[in-house]
Every structure is written in structure tokens, then in C-alpha cells.
């Protein structure tokens, strides 16, 4: 046995085909079907539990869930069909009961159904016997068995939810009623369903049964009769009957005929009327008006689209399989055909408010078909599937969601994850192409050329991946995106591959047989061990790389291309494998869906834990990087991931795993995400604002109502009052009114009572006394009675004494008769003797006659014995040798039946190769198709190249006189080139020179500007200082009489206009504006410098980028003297074919048949001569129009490096200079005219 357990702890996946396989158990926990388990899954706390499959199990059929939530009933298929009763109030869903059909002729149980008092079970059998068994499941006890069809498919059965005796069965034209009793079943009545098959029905009531059909109609019926028929559809529903006041019948007969619409694939009742399915994504509730035969529909349920699909709309198509309902009808659930759950709750706001509602995922969305990759990083808790439903997923084994999800136009067929987790290489099955996995989106971002890439792999370090493009094994680089190595040497397809821990090595296996160890480094395949009888499914190494784990028809363990142990499949297939990290287990998958676990290393005998796991074969099985969970994927679209556990319980390793949370994002998407936030944010507080003035405005409204109110409160409490004061009065009245009333009563009461006592026992004595009389007669009938036993008892002993007389003279007369017919016997008996005795004497003497004829037969029948002896003796040899073919027959037929079992995984596998080859060879016809197509044109082109063959000579000669004054141009114009460059240098130091000229006097400008308005501030200053000193100077002249008084004016003078603060602040200020001014100075100096600095280095790059240019230049003049070399050696060439044509036609002008030769060697000499000159001008033509593209482009760059401002005049003449120099140097090419001249043979037209 295994030393580790693996423990299924989440399941993504819903198995699709199984009927009701959506159960609520209570209003928080839903059971569904999910690879070979059934999972029981809490919707608040997101937990599953799980109640696995039985062994050998070939996949579930259908579910039941009792009346009281408690069993669970589940139907499998096998090598005989059973139905497990599961007690799900146990917490694993301990296993009850296991009921089977005894001997009957059955296959498969498709649909069951409890009893209301979960006392029985019924279950109905798929055809062509289509028998309906009813079980006491709890005795395992079959009560009944019936034909439920005549060999129409019957899809659903259920009870009466009110009646245990009464079962319904719904199908393909059919919806019958039957009884249980005196232990049979019997049909009780039958509803006329013609032309329509009936996929569901319900019980609204224990007389009503609401079915729904193909054609989207909803058929009502009651006590077996069809009350009313109408399309899911219609809005408001009234029942024919009601309407037209007429029966059944003829409401029937009178029913609207309108275009059959959608499907009723579900019916659900539950207390206020029912649900249904009303075509693809739609549900519809029916509630029950105030009329009984009446329902009418109060709402529509509509799947939502996806945004992640390539079509959104296709989500709103699936078909709905099974509804169900929450016990306290809060929340409705369903599964559809394509494998998804969704889930409403009820009581919602939208369902409140009568909006359009809309379900969503009970957990998250799954794959609907075949996984085919899976994939683990090391930086997060990240698992990668894809699936032929074109796409891509990826879950958080951590926290069990679905982090991200992108459907793709083409089907994905592997995946691989960054270590990083930041990307996913993805192989469709026209391309590779690596994504980045962004915050809300898995982007494309590089395709790779690898076509029906089924497998992928990241090496350990992340800087290279290996893909498998058929037998040949593509290993790329991630940082340059080059294909580093093409390792060949598989004869099959690849199927597999797995890199060493150090990433040196890469080990893989395919169909042909083969283990190859390759070194990543020089390519080279450093081991291999090929077995052709094996195909390979799947490999793995070990951490030091020296073991080899190989998984297909059996496990293999190879070590220096040896094969040292080997594990058989025990009637199974390996299809994949995965090695722990510490190496001590390997996990299997088969491909009967189970998984395996084996030690390391592997056993001599069959040694392993099995564990059912999917109800597919497994396709890829992955161990974390830590060891601590198992992750598989299956056929049947479901992601199973286990925990790994030792036999204590413990996990494998106890170290804690840290994982990193960044993600990617755009650019573009962050600015939108932010500016979305800042949007969000102003909304928000507008909406605060508009709030609180809102509610301002409601707290002034309500506090004027409540004001209103207290008022209107107020009168009514004093109006109250009052009355309650009248009121009380009253009371007082009726309460004295009261007690003189029942005084009364009492009184007369009490008198009635005396005199029923007195009457009552009375009464009482006589029943007494006739009580006595009873029991005395009671007891004299008992004595007569015991009298009347003793007298018959005695009788029947007189009577049996007579019968017993009687009967032994019976016994006498007939002994006495017995006697007489012995002797009559042996009388006969003489008789018969003497009769035999003469029959002998005649017979022998007939025998005589018979003996001597036989005897001559005799003869003639030994010699045909012998001739028959002989031929048996050949017989006998041949049937030995018949035996032993036959027995080697036998053995062929078991070695060819695990061939078989091995050979089907290669089909299924080559059958997605098929796909692919067919979509392949259909592009290479279509590209034949154009190669012939073009064919057809090269052909029409050489005809005319045939007619220009006869005046290329001319051509020829003209191009060489034309060559030589170009060659010379070519070189004027080198020259004219270098000169302009040497005068766009002069022109750029003569432009820097000037610029820094003109900004230096643009700043002296400026600051003598500023200088001159300080000048003219001061000057008015002066101005009109001195005018107030005129002024006061006068004054004190007047006062040239009066020294004393002139004293004082020139002092008031003196202190007026001159002051010694005013001349220190005076001198402060002049040093501010000089410190300011140096300060300035300094910082232009420096911004000035930079320039100067920047320029420079500007002007270098430029003079790169010239130098690069002449440097192309150069290039394409040498390619054009190649070009035209290539010509000249063409047209000689061709000159000597044409002479040797001529002067063989003149020396074999004599013979005819010569000279058809000689024609016919000079026509195809001259054709493919044509053919290479039409080459070679198509490759000219190609190569110059290149060109003109490419110095168009730099023509443009130059122009736009060198356009300065217009206000610089230097600058703009120097552009202009460089563009006229660039424009000077382009090469002189041949224009269109002048090779469509060429082409017809005519003369070159002048430039």
C-alpha cells in the first residue's frame, strides 16, 4: 500500500448527461454530480464535501433526493445497473442500501423517484424493455415490476406528492398514470398526448400533473383527462374549458394552432403555483389566480450573457436540464446542458420591484468539455486549463475561484504557466501564441509558428520553453523569442515531455515507443529506450535526474535506458503521470477516470492505492510545488484537486508557503481604472451633496407633517377621551345591570339544578336495577351456552364413531374387489403369454427372412464403414487442428482485445490529429489552387516573353550606352554629396554660433531695457526733486531779510531732502539689485553652457545618422553594379545561346528530323533563358521599389530632423540645404515606365 492518502478536497466541473442532477438538501447546501462523485456544496461558506462512486462504476445515470431531504438515491451503471441509497445526515453520506432488478432483463435505471413517505422507490429502465420497478428499499425488496412502454423512451417518473400508491410516467407520446396494488402495478388512466413527446412533468396537486413537451406547450392534466393545452409563451393562461364553457373534448378540438416554439425541458411546482423552462436561458414562473384551473405568468429568468465569450450570446442558448428550489423557496437554481450552474435568490431587489432578472453562477463557470492541458506556476497559487470548448481558465487552488477566464476563436489544446505566474503560453491548433495574464484579461502578446501544439512546458527557470509540434520538439527562448533547438528523433507523435530540475536535460516519450533524454544545451540526445509495442501516455523525472518514470500500457522505470522495474495497468490504460517533489510517490491516472497512488520505487507486485476520481479518462496529473495538493483533469470537463496526506493525517511538508500577489496591468487600463476612481469619486460626493440636500428637504417636509400630525394626535386624544369617559359611565351601568341579572340566574339556576338531581337519581336506580337484571341474564346465557358446547361435542363424537363404522365397511368391500381384479389379472396375464409365445414363433421366422437380407445390407454397410472410418479419421484430424486454432483464436483475441484497449487512447489521440490534417490539407488545396492558378499566368507571361526575345539584342546595347553616363553621374554626385555635407557642417557651427550670438544679445537687450526704465524712474525722481527744491528755494530766498527764519527754512531744507537712512537704505538697495543681477548672470552662464553641451551632443548624433545614410547609400549603389553585372552576364549568355542555336540550324539544315530536334532544344533553351530574364527583372523591379520606399522614409526623417522654427533664417537655409543635399543623393532608378519598355522590348523613354 501507498504511504500517502490522497483526500479529494475541491471539485470544479458539473457532469453533464445524468438526470435531476441538481439537489437542494437544505436552503444554504446544494448536491450535484461531478466526475464520478457526487458533491455536496455550501453556497454562503464555499465548501464541498464529497460522497464518492462505487467501484467499477461506468458513470452515473440519476439522482433522487427524498421528500424529507434526508436519503439520496444514485443510479449507476455497470456490469449490473444498481441504485445507492446514501443517508446524507451522516457527514461522509454513509451508504444505506444498494438495490438491483434480480433478474431481470435491465441495463441502466434512467430516472427514480421517492415515495412522499420515503417508504419506496421507483426507477425506470432504459429500453427496449422499459420495465418500471418498485422497491420497499429498506427491505431491498422488489413489491412490483411493469412494462411502462410499448417501446416509446420514457424520461421522467415521479409519486403523487399526497398518495404513495400513485406513480406518473412522462414520454416520447406518453403520459400515463399508474396504481400500486395487491402487489402489482396497474394502469390506472392515460392522457391522449399524440405527435408530441412530453420531456417533463410535475404534480401542482394530487389530481393535477402539469407536462411539458418538445414543442414548447404546457399540458394540464387532472384525474387523467386533458384539461387545457398552451404555449409556455403566453402571458395571461385561462383553461379552454373555463372559456368556452364546453368539456375536455371539445376544448381539445377547438385549441389554437400556433408555430410549435421551444423546448419545456424542466417543470418545477412549488407553493404558489410552478416553474418552467421556456426555451434556451429562460425561465418562467406561473402563479395560481383566484380560479382553480387558472395560472398566469408573473415573471421571466434569463441567463445573463458572458463577456468572456467570443460570442456573449451563446451563454443565453444552453438549455435548461434540472430546476430546483431552495426548502424555503428563497432561492431557485438550475444546471444546463452544457454543464454550468447558475442561481437566483428570490427575494432580491430586482424580483421585488418587477425588473428584468437575471441568474448568475451558483459558483463559478466550468469547462464544458474535454480538459486536454493543465498547468502550475511557482509564485502563486495558480493552476492553468484549457479545453476543446475554446478556452482558457485559470482557478486558485487557495481560494477555490475562478480568478480568470477567455474563450478563443480556434480549440486550445495545451497550456503552460510562467513560473512567475505573470504568464501563459497557450497552443491552438493553428498556433502558439504566449499571453500575459493581466488584472481582468489574458492578453496575446507574441505567436509562434507551431501548428496543433499539444504540449507545452516552461522549464523550472522560465527563461526557455520546449513545444511539440507533431514528432519534432521546438525549444524557444523567452527573453528573444528565438527557436533555440529543433530536436528530432521520434518516429510518432510526441506525447509527452518533462524538463530536469537544473533545466539541463528534457526528457520525452511518444507513440512509437520511445524515451528520449535530450541536453538542452548542444541538442544532443544523451539516452533512449525504445520498446515499439508501448505507446506512452506520459513522463516524469526525478530531482537528480537519473530516473526516468514512463507511463502508458504499463508504468516503467527507467534508469541509464534501462528498464528496471515495470507496474502492469491491470486491464487499464496509463494516461498520464506526476512525481512528488520529494519523490517518495507517483500519482496515475487511467483511463477508466481512477487515480493511483504507487510508491518510489515501484513495486514488484500490484502495490497501490486506487481512488475514484472522474468518470473520463485522466489527462493531466500535477503536484504543487510544495507538495501539499494533487491536481487532475479528465475527459468529462472536471478539475479535481486532492490534499496529500501522510497516514497521520499530516500534510508532506510543514514548512509555510508564501506566494506573491503582484499582478499586470496596462498602462491604459490603470489610467482608466484611475481616472474611472476619480469619476467615481466626484459622483460620489455629488451624490453626498444632493443626499443631504435631500434630506434636508425631507426632514423640513416631515417635521412640518409630523407638526401636523402631533395636531391632528392631539384633537383625536381629547375626542378619545371624552368618549373613553362616556364609555366608562356606560360601563358602570351595564356592570349594576350586569349583577342584578345574574342574581337572577342564580336564583333559577339553582332551583333547575336541585330538581335535575333529584330526577337524576331516579334515573341512576333504575339503570341500576335493570344493570343487575343484565348481568343475570349475562350469566344464565353462559351457563346455557356451556351446555350447548358439552351436548355438541358429545354429538361430534357419535358422529365421528359412525363415520368411522361406515368407512371401515367401505374399506372391507373394496379389498374384497381388489381380489377379484388380481385374479382376473393373472387370468389376462396367462392369456397374454400364450398370445406372446405364438407372436415369437412367428416373429422368428420372419427374423430368418430379415436376417438373411440384412446380412447382404451387412456387407455393403461395412464397406461404407470403412470408407467412413476413414473419412472420420481425417475429420478428427482436422477438428484437432480446428481445436487449436480456435484456442489460439482465443488467445489472439485476448492479446488483440488489450491491444484494443491500448490502441483506443492512440485513436482518440490520432482522431484530433485527424481533425487538424483535414483542416490542413484543406488550406494546401486551396494553396495548390493559386499555385496553379499562378502557373497558368507564368504561362501566358512566357508567350509574351517569347515574342520579346527577338529584340532584347537592341535593349541590351542600349542599356550599356545608357549605363556608362550613369555610372559617371553616380560618382558627380558622390562628389556633390560630400560637399554639401562639409557646407552642412560649416552651416550648422555658422547656425550654433549665431544662436548663441543672438540669445546673448537678446539678455543684454533685455537688461540694458531694464537699465534705461531704472534711468527714466530716477531721472523723473530727480525731476521732481528738484522742482520741490526750486519751490522751497524760493521761499527761503523771500526770507533773505530775516536771518533767522532763513536758518530754519534751509535746516527744514536740509532735513526735507536729505537724510543719512535715506542714503544708507539707498546704498542697501544698489548691492541687492548688483547681488541679484551677478546671481542672474551666473544662472544664464550655466543654462547657456548646457545648451551648448546638448547641441553638441545633438550635432554628433545627427553626423551618425548622415554617416548611416551614406553608409545604406553606398550599399544600394553597390547592389545596383551587382544588378547590373548580373545583367551583362545574362545578355552574354544569351547571345551565346542564340549563336550556337544558329549555327546548329545551318550545319543540320540537310535532315528535317535534326532540325525539329535542334528547334525544340533551341526553344527550351531560349524559354528558360526567358524565364530566368523574367525572373531576374520581376527581382530588379522588387528590390528598387524597396528602395524608393526605404529613402522615401529617411527622406521624410531627415526633413523632419533638420526643420527648425521659422523665425531662425540660418536654420531654415540650412534645412533647406540638407533636404536639397538629400534629395541631390538619391541614386537615378529606373521608373515603371521604363521597365514596362523594357518588359515589351521597346525603346527606353527619356528621363
Known amino acids: 500500500m501507498a504511504t500517502v492518502v490522497a483526500q479529494s478536497n475541491y471539485i470544479f466541473g458539473l457532469r453533464k448527461g445524468v438526470t435531476n442532477n441538481l439537489c437542494f438538501i437544505d436552503d444554504q447546501t446544494v448536491v450535484f454530480p461531478s466526475g464520478n462523485n457526487c458533491v455536496r456544496y455550501n453556497i454562503d461558506q464555499k465548501w464541498q464535501k464529497f460522497i464518492p462512486g462505487t467501484e467499477k462504476s461506468q458513470g452515473m445515470q440519476a439522482l433522487a433526493l427524498s421528500a424529507n431531504r434526508r436519503y439520496l438515491a444514485v443510479s449507476e451503471r455497470g456490469e449490473r445497473p444498481t441504485i445507492t441509497v446514501y443517508d446524507l445526515t451522516h457527514e461522509q453520506g454513509r451508504k444505506r442500501k444498494v438495490l438491483t432488478a434480480g433478474d431481470l432483463p435491465v441495463g441502466e435505471f434512467l430516472c427514480m423517484a421517492f415515495s412522499p413517505d420515503c417508504k419506496y422507490l421507483v426507477g425506470q429502465s432504459g429500453g427496449p424493455t422499459w420495465t418500471l420497478v418498485l422497491w420497499l428499499w429498506e427491505r431491498q425488496k422488489v413489491m412490483a415490476t411493469v412494462s411502462s412502454s ?36 396497474k394502469r390506472h388512466s392515460s392522457a391522449k398526448v399524440e405527435g408530441a413527446a412530453v420531456l417533463c412533468h410535475a404534480w401542482v396537486s394530487s389530481r393535477r400533473v402539469v407536462a411539458g413537451t418538445d414543442k414548447g406547450r404546457l399540458l394540464m392534466i387532472e384525474s387523467g383527462e386533458l384539461r387545457w393545452d398552451l404555449d409556455a409563451g403566453i402571458l395571461p393562461v385561462q383553461p379552454l374549458e373555463t372559456r368556452s364553457g364546453r368539456g375536455p373534448r371539445e376544448a381539445k378540438a377547438e385549441r389554437t394552432t400556433t408555430t410549435s416554439g421551444p423546448s419545456v425541458t424542466a417543470i418545477l411546482p412549488y407553493s404558489k403555483g410552478f416553474m418552467c423552462s421556456a426555451g434556451p436561458g429562460t425561465v418562467c414562473v406561473f402563479e395560481n389566480t383566484e380560479e382553480m384551473d387558472s395560472y398566469r405568468k408573473i415573471r421571466e429568468i434569463f441567463i445573463p450573457p458572458d463577456p468572456c465569450s467570443n460570442e456573449p450570446s451563446q451563454a443565453q442558448q444552453q438549455e435548461v436540464a434540472t430546476l430546483c428550489l431552495s426548502p424555503g423557496e428563497e432561492t431557485l437554481a438550475l444546471s444546463t446542458q452544457q454543464g454550468q450552474l447558475y442561481a437566483i435568490n428570490l427575494i432580491s431587489a430586482e424580483i421585488s420591484r418587477g425588473e428584468q432578472a437575471h441568474f448568475e453562477f451558483l459558483s463559478s463557470s466550468f469547462h464544458s468539455k474535454p480538459i486536454t492541458g493543465l498547468s502550475i506556476c511557482i509564485r502563486k497559487p495558480l493552476v492553468a486549463s484549457c479545453s476543446l470548448d475554446h478556452s482558457v481558465r485559470v482557478w486558485n487552488y487557495d481560494t477555490n475561484v475562478l480568478e480568470l477566464y477567455k474563450e478563443f476563436q480556434e480549440e486550445a489544446l495545451s497550456v503552460s504557466l510562467h513560473p512567475s505566474g505573470l504568464f501563459l503560453l497557450v497552443g491552438f491548433t493553428d498556433k502558439l501564441r504566449m499571453m500575459n495574464l493581466l488584472i481582468d484579461d489574458i492578453r496575446m502578446f507574441k505567436e509562434f509558428t507551431v501548428r496543433g501544439c499539444r504540449e507545452c512546458v516552461f522549464s523550472h527557470g522560465g527563461h526557455l520553453f ?21 530536436l528530432k528523433g521520434h518516429n510518432g507523435k510526441v506525447q509527452a515531455m518533462a ?4 533545466d539541463r536535460r528534457l526528457v520525452s516519450c511518444g507513440t512509437d515507443g520511445a524515451v528520449y533524454e535530450w541536453n538542452t544545451l548542444s541538442g544532443k540526445r544523451e539516452s533512449e529506450n525504445v520498446l515499439k509495442s508501448c505507446v506512452y501516455a506520459g513522463v516524469a523525472v526525478s530531482s537528480d535526474a537519473r530516473t526516468i518514470f514512463a507511463a502508458g500500457t504499463t508504468l516503467k522505470e527507467i534508469q541509464d535506458s534501462q528498464v528496471l522495474r515495470e507496474v502492469s495497468g491491470d486491464d487499464v490504460t496509463y494516461t498520464a503521470l506526476a512525481l512528488s517533489r520529494s519523490g517518495k510517490v507517483i500519482f496515475t491516472g487511467t483511463s477508466s477516470g481512477t487515480i493511483r497512488v504507487i510508491n518510489n520505487p515501484l513495486p514488484l507486485q500490484k502495490d497501490w492505492t486506487e481512488y475514484q476520481a472522474h468518470c473520463g479518462p485522466v489527462t493531466k496529473v500535477l503536484v504543487t510545488y510544495d507538495d501539499q495538493l494533487l491536481l487532475t483533469a479528465s475527459g468529462d470537463g472536471s478539475l479535481l484537486v486532492w490534499r496529500i496526506l501522510d497516514k497521520e493525517g499530516r500534510g508532506l511538508r510543514d514548512r509555510e508557503v508564501s506566494y506573491t500577489e503582484e499582478i499586470l496591468i496596462t498602462k491604459t487600463d490603470l489610467e482608466e481604472k484611475n481616472q474611472n476612481m476619480q469619476e467615481l469619486k466626484t459622483r460620489v460626493e455629488e451624490l453626498r451633496m444632493e443626499k443631504e440636500y435631500q434630506l434636508r428637504l425631507s426632514d423640513i417636509s416631515y417635521n412640518e407633517k409630523i407638526k401636523e400630525l402631533s395636531e391632528t394626535f392631539i384633537r383625536e386624544i381629547e375626542s378619545l377621551k371624552a368618549e373613553n369617559q362616556m364609555m366608562k359611565e356606560e360601563w358602570e351601568r351595564q356592570a349594576v345591570a350586569h349583577q342584578e341579572a345574574l342574581a337572577e340566574f342564580r336564583e333559577i339556576y339553582s332551583k333547575e339544578l336541585q330538581d335535575s338531581e333529584s330526577s337524576n337519581s331516579q334515573k341512576l336506580l333504575l339503570e341500576y336495577s335493570k344493570n343487575t337484571e343484565l348481568q343475570q341474564q349475562n350469566q344464565a346465557q353462559q351457563e346455557e351456552y356451556a351446555r350447548h358446547l358439552v351436548a355438541l361435542e358429545q354429538a361430534r363424537a357419535r358422529a365421528l364413531e359412525e363415520l368411522t363404522l361406515s368407512y371401515q365397511a367401505k374399506l372391507h368391500d373394496k379389498t374384497q374387489q381388489l381380489n377379484k381384479c388380481q385374479n382376473e389379472a393373472m387370468m389376462n396375464r396367462a392369456e397374454s403369454l400364450e398370445v406372446i409365445r405364438q407372436i415369437e414363433e412367428d416373429t422368428d421366422m420372419e427374423i430368418q427372412k430379415l436376417h438373411q437380407d440384412y446380412e447382404k445390407r451387412l456387407c455393403s454397410e461395412k464397406e461404407t464403414y470403412l470408407t467412413l472410418k476413414g473419412e472420420s479419421g481425417i475429420m478428427r484430424k482436422q477438428l484437432d487442428s480446428l481445436r487449436r486454432e480456435v484456442e489460439e483464436r482465443c488467445e489472439d483475441i485476448e492479446r488483440l482485445k488489450k491491444e484494443g484497449t491500448r490502441l483506443q487512447g492512440v485513436i482518440r489521440s490520432l482522431e484530433t490529429d485527424i481533425l487538424g490534417l483535414k483542416k490542413e490539407i484543406a488550406e494546401r488545396v486551396e494553396t495548390i489552387q493559386d499555385k496553379e492558378k499562378v502557373i497558368c499566368e507564368q504561362g501566358k507571361k512566357n508567350q509574351e516573353l517569347e515574342k520579346i526575345n527577338f529584340l532584347r539584342n537592341s535593349m541590351l546595347e542600349e542599356q550599356k550606352k545608357n549605363m556608362a553616363p550613369r555610372d559617371e553621374a553616380i560618382r558627380g554626385m558622390k562628389e556633390q554629396i560630400q560637399e554639401m555635407e562639409v557646407e552642412l557642417k560649416h552651416f550648422h557651427q555658422k547656425n550654433t554660433q549665431l544662436e548663441l550670438h543672438v540669445s546673448d544679445l537678446k539678455l543684454k537687450l533685455r537688461a540694458t531695457a531694464k537699465e534705461k526704465n531704472m534711468e527714466m524712474q530716477r531721472v523723473k525722481q530727480s525731476e521732481a526733486t528738484v522742482r520741490r527744491f526750486q519751490v522751497d528755494l524760493h521761499r527761503c530766498a523771500a526770507l533773505l531779510q530775516e536771518p533767522r527764519q532763513l536758518k530754519e527754512a534751509v535746516q527744514e531744507m536740509y532735513g526735507c531732502f536729505i537724510r543719512p537712512s535715506d542714503m544708507v537704505e539707498i546704498a542697501g538697495v544698489d548691492e541687492d539689485i548688483q547681488r541679484e543681477n551677478a546671481r542672474q548672470r551666473d544662472y544664464l552662464e550655466k543654462t547657456v553652457s548646457s545648451l551648448k553641451d546638448q547641441l553638441a551632443k545633438d550635432s554628433e548624433l545627427q553626423r551618425q545618422k548622415n554617416l548611416k545614410l551614406m553608409r545604406e547609400n553606398v550599399s544600394l549603389i553597390q547592389e545596383i553594379n551587382e544588378l547590373r553585372q548580373e545583367l551583362r552576364r545574362v545578355r552574354a549568355q544569351l547571345h551565346g545561346h542564340q549563336a550556337a542555336i544558329t549555327a546548329r540550324n545551318k550545319l543540320n539544315r540537310g535532315s528535317p528530323a535534326d532540325h525539329r530536334a535542334g528547334s525544340q532544344s533551341a526553344e527550351s533553351s531560349s524559354q528558360v533563358t526567358r524565364l530566368n530574364f523574367q525572373e531576374e527583372a520581376e527581382r530588379i523591379i522588387q528590390l528598387q521599389r524597396s528602395q524608393i520606399q526605404q529613402l522615401k522614409q529617411e527622406l521624410q526623417v531627415q526633413e523632419s530632423a533638420f526643420r527648425l522654427p521659422s523665425t531662425s533664417i540660418p536654420t531654415t537655409t540650412a534645412a533647406a540645404t540638407a533636404t536639397n543635399t538629400t534629395a541631390t543623393r538619391l541614386p537615378t532608378l529606373p521608373t515603371l515606365p521604363t521597365l514596362h519598355a523594357l518588359r515589351r522590348g521597346e525603346d527606353i523613354p527619356s528621363p
Open 466 to 486: 520546449a513545444a511539440i509540434n507533431g514528432n519534432v520538439i521546438h525549444i524557444y527562448s523567452v527573453t528573444t523569442f528565438d527557436n533555440m533547438l529543433t
Open 150 to 185: 410499448e417501446g416509446d423512451p420514457v424520461n421522467q417518473v415521479s409519486f403523487n406528492p399526497l398518495d404513495n400508491t400513485q406513480v406518473c410516467v412522462s414520454g416520447l407520446g406518453l403520459l400515463r398514470l399508474l396504481t400500486y396494488g395487491e402487489g402489482v402495478l
Open 499 to 502: 524538463w530536469s530540475a537544473d
